[in-house]
C-alpha cells in the first residue's frame, strides 16, 4: 500500500496488477507507463504486464492476482481512504470471483477504512453485486468510469449496482458526455487528462456536467484541467471559479 497523490483518496491498495484496454479513455493511462518502469526496475510484481509499441507503452492483457498484498489494510489502523487496484480493474474478467471476494472480506474486516473502487467494466461488478455475491457494505464505495458519450451506459449499470456510494470518475474526460441520468449516483469526479500526450478536454463539457450535478443532486468534485491545460489554467480556473464548486466527501 502507499500513500497517494490523488486528489480524492489517501491511498492505494493494489492487490490486481495489470489489465487490457476496454475503450478509448484507456489511451494515455498512468498505470501502463508506472508497470513499465516497475518492470525495469525488477519488480516481480509488474514484469510481463506492458509491452511496447512503437513509441507507446500499452498493456499486453497478463493480470496477476496478488495474495500477499491481501493483508496490508488489516495492518493499517489508522483510518484511510483506499483506491483499490489503481493499477488494475478489480472486476476484469481475468480476476478470478473467489479473489474478488477475498479483497470483499478483507474490506469487511476493516470497517475503519473507507475503500474506493473504480471499474471501466460495472456489467460484472453489477451482477456480482446483484447475485449477493458480494455484498454492500457500508465501507465500500463503486464507481466507474466515463470519458465521452460513449462510455455512459455504464452510469446505467452503476445505478443498477447495490451500494452504499456510488460515484463516477469523469477522467479523462476528452468529450462531452451529453445528457446523463445521475440518479442515484452520489459523487461525480471530473478531470482532465495527464502526460505528454494528454487531449484537450473544454470548459463547456465540464459545465455540463457540473449543471447535472447540481438537477440531481450529485456531489460534484473538480480535480485538475491536466497537462493540456496548464498553460492557460490561471485563466481557466479564474473562469470556472464560481460555477465550479469542490465538494469533498468525507
Partial sequence: MAESQIEW????????AGC??????????YAMKMAWRLDAMGVEKYQGLTKKVGRNITWN????????ALHIPLSWRKPRKIFVNSMSDLFHSDVSEQFIMAVWDVMKKT????YQILTKRPERMSLLANSRRIAVLPNVWLGTSVENAKTTHRIDELRRTPAAIR?????PLIGPVGRVNLKDIHWAIVGGESGPDARPIKEAWIDEI????????TAFFFKQWG???KDNQKTLEEGQRQRI???NMG
Wanted: charged share 20%; glycine share 8%.
Fill in 210 to 217: 457540473h449543471a447535472q450535478c447540481d438537477r440531481f443532486g
Fill in 9 to 16: 483518496t489517501d491511498a492505494t491498495w493494489n492487490p490486481v
Fill in 167 to 171: 460515484f463516477v470518475s469523469f477522467e
Fill in 227 to 229: 497537462s493540456w491545460g
Fill in 20 to 29: 487490457a484496454l476496454a475503450s478509448t479513455g484507456c489511451k494515455n493511462c
Fill in 61 to 68: 492483457g497478463v493480470v496477476r492476482e496478488d495474495p500477499t
Fill in 111 to 114: 470497517p475503519q477504512h473507507h
Fill in 245 to 247: 464548486s469542490r465538494t
